[in-house]
């Protein structure tokens, strides 16, 4: 099951209270205080992990709390701090208050770790009251409580190429060509119900990820169809591949259906509108004439790659371009973000 939003309550532990306690040995008398302090509660921390790609441990589990701090004891014992509790999530991951409806961290990266709430400090012992003028203190200190949050867990895919398109346009049989990934392939539309991650492997220990989502129809961006939710999934793919069905089974034009499919992805979010897209023409095996793709080239542009999911034709071609146009683009992103860092490291700190 695939599960890409949540909501869920955290709690970090509360501090554990101050211990009042006299010394009471033999031959040692006057002993005087000596209660410990409480520990500190556990801290609530979120880490993105790469090996996860779903939220579907939160579905059936919405209170998370981490452990309470020790009590002081006598002899000066200071309690145990409470173990800090640690929620892996996939990355991608973005972390909202709920309450406040406040973007508080993207995880987008896997290894990022951020602490949402922290725990409460131990109370003072009855040790720490202790006075020149006040040297049997019966005071202390209750443990401090633990903050609590109620969050909302969205998840993004993270994924180098996000496949997009018509239901029924080939995206699951070419993800399918690609990579190890089974996705569900019938004759109907929309056997695609959740998004698909694939890696795609090439020679020379050459690998990127590819994403299927479920297939846009016209209005998804206002809710038609299954596209509207999952198209969160592609704002974070570095390129977007269009796939066109050169022959669609509805005997539609298929330059209407692409200019269509494009105007719901820009207005979905100008981050779509901006991306990188590489259109490619399927189904060239149902053309063997040529002509519908002749067309497709004429009004969308020539250097259109042809491709026939269902026999394998041009699909070694195609990732090669898809590598290419993304070692480029992280070349790009990792120079970008050198140059982020050297100028807020400031002059001379190089």
């Known amino acids: ?175 399918s060509r690609c990579s190890a990934a089974r996705p569900k392939i019938a004759s109907y539309p929309f056997t695609t119900l959740e998004p698909v991650l694939g890696i795609i492997e090439l020679s020379d220990f050459r690998r990127f990820v590819m994403a299927d989502i479920p297939g846009l129809i016209e209005g998804a961006s206002e809710g038609a169809g299954l596209g509207h939710d999952f198209l969160k999934h592609i704002e974070r793919t570095t390129i977007i591949v269009h796939i066109l069905d050169v022959m669609p089974m509805d005997g539609s034009d298929p330059v209407d259906n692409y200019h269509a499919i494009r105007g719901e992805l ?18 060239s095996d149902l053309d063997p004439e040529g002509e519908q793709l002749a067309h497709v080239r004429e009004m969308l542009g020539p250097n259109i790659p042809t491709i026939s999911a269902a026999t394998g034709q041009g699909i070694k071609e195609l990732k090669e371009l898809l590598w290419q146009r993304v070692k480029e683009l992280r070349a790009a992103a990792a120079e970008e973000k050198a140059q982020e860092e050297g100028r807020s490291k400031g002059p001379g700190l190089v």
């Open 1 to 175: 099951m695939f599960v890409d939003e949540a909501k869920i309550w955290v709690k970090a532990g509360d501090g554990g209270s101050g211990c009042v306690s006299f010394r009471r040995e033999k031959f040692i008398p006057k002993g005087g205080p000596d209660g410990g302090d409480g520990g500190r509660g556990g801290h609530v921390y979120f880490e993105a992990a790469d090996d996860l790609d779903t939220l579907l441990d939160f579905a059936g589990k919405h209170h998370w709390r981490a452990r309470n701090g020790g009590h002081g004891q006598g002899s000066n014992k200071h309690g145990a701090n409470g173990e800090d509790l640690t929620i892996r999530v996939p990355a991608g991951t973005l972390i909202y208050d709920a309450d406040w409806d406040l973007l508080l961290k993207d995880l987008d990266e896997p290894g990022v770790k951020v602490q949402v709430c922290k725990g409460g400090r131990g109370g003072r012992g009855n040790k720490s009251f202790a006075t020149a003028t006040h040297q049997t203190p019966r005071e202390f200190q209750p443990g401090k409580l633990g903050q609590e949050r109620n969050l909302r867990l969205e998840l993004k895919l993270i994924a180098d190429v996000g496949l997009v398109g018509l239901p029924n346009a080939g995206k699951s049989t070419l993800i």
């Open 266 to 283: 820009e207005r979905h979010s100008q981050v779509l509108a901006e991306k990188q897209e590489v259109i490619v023409a399927n189904k």
